[in-house]
């Protein structure tokens, strides 16, 4: 039943909502725009404030949705499967030959559906962060970073131990981006890269 429910999951967080939403609105192909990635971030590079709000709703829609599915019919244990499987199919959709996003709307959804507070508190770092500097990457890197603490403060130990997995997987979709950090060329929220 768990490999069912990953599996399920995986598929629904494979779908590339950027790259579906662009195309829908004749922004052209979101992979030869910006970074290339296939989030709400780049989607934003486009110009379009509806289309990247569109992408991130979806994109944190799917990682919620996997989770309160897969909790409602089969229990705690596979909502958390359906959480992790949604945000690697995110980052890894089988539609775009394994090339996706850097998961960070995904993982939000997976939290914020997971445990709301351990979630808000996730979403409120990356707000400040964005705010405080305007690099969506960086505020990403600080929020999924921080995570399996937060976890830890609402005494969800499991919880962390999967956080620590995302994060990881986060920080690694990152790298690039981790590399401009240390470098100051980092693009800001907004402006093309």
Same mark, same amino acid.
């Given at each position: 039943?768990?490999?069912?429910?990953?599996?399920?999951?995986?598929?629904?967080?494979?779908?590339?909502?950027?790259?579906?939403?662009?195309?829908?609105? !004749?922004?052209?192909?979101?992979?030869?725009?910006?970074?290339?990635?296939?989030?709400?971030?780049?989607?934003?590079?486009?110009?379009?404030?509806?289309?990247?709000?569109?992408?991130?709703?979806?994109?944190?829609?799917?990682?919620?949705?996997?989770?309160?599915?897969?909790?409602?019919?089969?229990?705690?244990?596979?909502?958390?499967?359906?959480?992790?499987?949604?945000?690697?199919?995110?980052?890894?959709?089988?539609?775009?030959?394994?090339?996706?996003? *850097?998961?960070?709307?995904?993982?939000? !959804?997976?939290?914020?559906?997971?445990?709301?507070?351990? !979630?808000?508190?996730?979403?409120?770092?990356?707000?400040?962060?964005?705010?405080?500097?305007?690099?969506?990457?960086?505020?990403?890197?600080?929020?999924?970073?921080?995570?399996?603490?937060?976890?830890?403060?609402?005494?969800?130990?499991?919880?962390?131990?999967?956080?620590?997995?995302?994060?990881?997987?986060?920080?690694?979709?990152? *790298?690039?981006?981790?590399?401009?950090?240390?470098?100051?060329?980092?693009?800001?929220?907004? *402006?093309? *890269?």
């Amino acid at each position: 039943m768990l490999i069912a429910v990953a599996i399920v999951s995986f598929l629904l967080g494979s779908v590339p909502f950027g790259l579906v939403i662009t195309r829908a609105m !004749g922004l052209g192909d979101l992979r030869q725009i910006g970074s290339g990635n296939i989030g709400a971030t780049n989607v934003l590079r486009t110009g379009s404030k509806p289309a990247a709000l569109a992408t991130l709703v979806c994109d944190v829609g799917k990682g919620a949705a996997a989770v309160i599915v897969a909790r409602l019919l089969f229990g705690d244990t596979a909502g958390q499967v359906a959480g992790v499987a949604a945000f690697a199919g995110h980052c890894y959709p089988v539609y775009l030959a394994f090339r996706g996003g *850097k998961g960070v709307a995904t993982f939000l !959804g997976t939290v914020l559906a997971l445990v709301w507070p351990i !979630g808000l508190a996730v979403c409120a770092t990356w707000i400040a962060i964005a705010a405080a500097t305007r690099i969506s990457s960086l505020a990403a890197l600080v929020a999924a970073g921080l995570s399996p603490i937060y976890a830890l403060m609402f005494g969800s130990q499991a919880l962390a131990a999967g956080l620590v997995l995302m994060a990881a997987v986060i920080f690694l979709r990152h *790298k690039a981006n981790i590399i401009r950090l240390m470098a100051g060329t980092e693009p800001r929220i907004g *402006k093309g *890269k």
